[in-house]
């Protein structure tokens, strides 16, 4: 099963090696990685697929949690996520492909971000899925070359924060209180 995993991280150097080393270690493949900064700067957000039975990955997810620079981790599988991963392909335009690329742009909601003279270059974001279907309608015109993002994700409900990420725990004495 695919597992899309969050891991808020302290913003350092070497901490993304130690990361993917540790899932390599596992024998994981990374099928896809996004790195970026959060709403504080000294945090980033690393968001990672993998493939994995649910028992492994929550043992992967604990793991990743004793790294020192990671604050947490958040496995969104059997939650309502929003996901997108970012494509830029350049395609052909030669023969008077033009208005055919176009119509299709238009109607996966990209944009044309660069035109040559034999090619554009178009920018489309979504779900892999979408990527995936324009990517096919593109082949038979002419991919000259693309290069997508890793899948970012949300969680419609629960939040990872970088406040909720630092909160400590709650105690057995907060639970007796609170009861």
């Known amino acids: 099963m695919k597992h899309v995993l969050s891991a808020m991280v302290m913003n350092q150097p070497g901490v993304l090696a130690h990361i993917s080393g540790m899932l390599a270690s596992r024998a994981f493949n990374i099928e896809s990685l996004a790195v970026g900064e959060t709403e504080r700067p ?14 492994v990955v929550d043992q992967v997810r ?10 947490k981790v958040v496995d969104y599988m059997n939650q309502d996520l929003v996901e997108r991963d970012l494509m ?4 052909s335009t030669a023969g008077g492909r033009l208005s055919d690329v176009r119509e299709l742009v238009g109607i996966f ?16 974001s979504g779900s892999e899925s979408k990527l995936t ?5 593109m082949r038979p015109l002419g991919i000259i070359e693309m290069v997508r993002t ?15 990420a630092l ?8 639970a007796a ?3």
Do not use: C, W
Request: no cysteine.
């Open 42 to 55: 000294e945090f980033s957000r690393i968001t990672f697929v993998v493939t994995g039975d649910d028992k």
């Open 62 to 71: 604990k793991q990743l949690e004793k790294i020192v620079t990671v604050v």
């Open 88 to 91: 830029l392909i350049k395609v």
């Open 109 to 124: 909601r990209g944009k044309i971000v660069d035109v040559g003279e034999q090619h554009v270059m178009i920018e489309i």
């Open 133 to 137: 279907a324009f990517i096919e309608l």
């Open 150 to 164: 890793g899948r970012i994700a949300l969680s419609r409900e629960k939040s990872l924060s970088v406040e909720d």
């Open 167 to 174: 909160k400590p725990p709650p105690t057995y004495e907060d």
């Open 177 to 179: 209180i609170n009861g």
